[in-house]
Every structure is written in structure tokens, then in C-alpha cells.
Nanobody, 122 residues
């Protein structure tokens, strides 16, 4: 398993941008897909996107609509979620998770970080 730690959350105004990081340790990072999810209070955790171990393949939830970009730096054992044009309703705790195959469901991911809080407010 990887140990995952998210960072980069904070307060941003609507329309603003934020870059989240997911730092990994423990195993060969490039062997794992990294997924990003989010969970708002009272709501289920939802898929945001994932990136393959090589970084050559990505997939996003429909609501992203080109606003978010997932990337990774395997030499640094890190993955990133660049979020642009954030909306009020996207305030949530954002999590990264790892898996050895592509997936969009929370049950498909074995291992999770503790999350980083994103607040969107004017």
C-alpha cells in the first residue's frame, strides 16, 4: 500500500483556482492509479478524476468540464489536482486514493489519504 497525504486546500473565492497535492510513500508510486474524490457535508463521496500510473491516461467526472486537470510527477511520488473556476457548491473535503486499475467508484480504491478541505466562499 501507499501512504497518501493530501495538501493544498484552503479558502478560495468563486471563480478562483487551487492546486491540491497528494504525496505518496511506501511502494512504487508509478504502479498505481491515483484517483481524486470529494465529499461535502451530508453528501456521498464522489469521483472527480483519476490518472494512470504512467500519467498518460486521465479520466474526469462530467461536472469537471475542462476546469480541472490531474497530473503526476513520479520522480517526486506526487500527484496533483489543479482546479480552476471553482464554484460555491464545490466546497468539500478532497481526497486522493490509489488503486492498481482504473476506476470511478469509491469501492474500487483500496487506500485513501485523510483529505484536505477546500472552502469556496466570497
Amino acid at each position: 500500500q501507499l501512504q497518501l497525504i493530501e495538501s493544498g486546500g484552503g479558502l478560495v473565492q468563486p471563480g478562483g483556482s487551487l492546486r491540491l497535492s497528494c504525496a505518496a510513500s511506501g511502494r512504487i508510486f508509478s504502479n498505481y492509479y491515483i484517483g481524486w474524490f470529494r465529499q461535502a457535508p451530508g453528501k456521498e463521496r464522489e469521483f472527480v478524476g483519476y490518472i494512470s500510473g504512467s500519467g498518460f491516461s486521465e479520466s474526469y467526472a462530467g461536472f469537471v468540464k475542462g476546469r480541472f486537470i490531474i497530473s503526476r510527477d513520479n520522480a517526486m511520488n506526487s500527484a496533483y489536482l489543479q482546479m480552476n473556476n471553482l464554484k460555491l457548491e464545490e466546497a468539500a473535503k478532497y481526497y486522493c486514493a490509489d488503486d492498481q486499475a482504473a476506476g470511478t467508484g469509491t469501492a474500487e480504491y483500496e487506500n485513501w489519504g485523510r483529505g484536505t478541505q477546500v472552502t469556496v466562499s466570497s
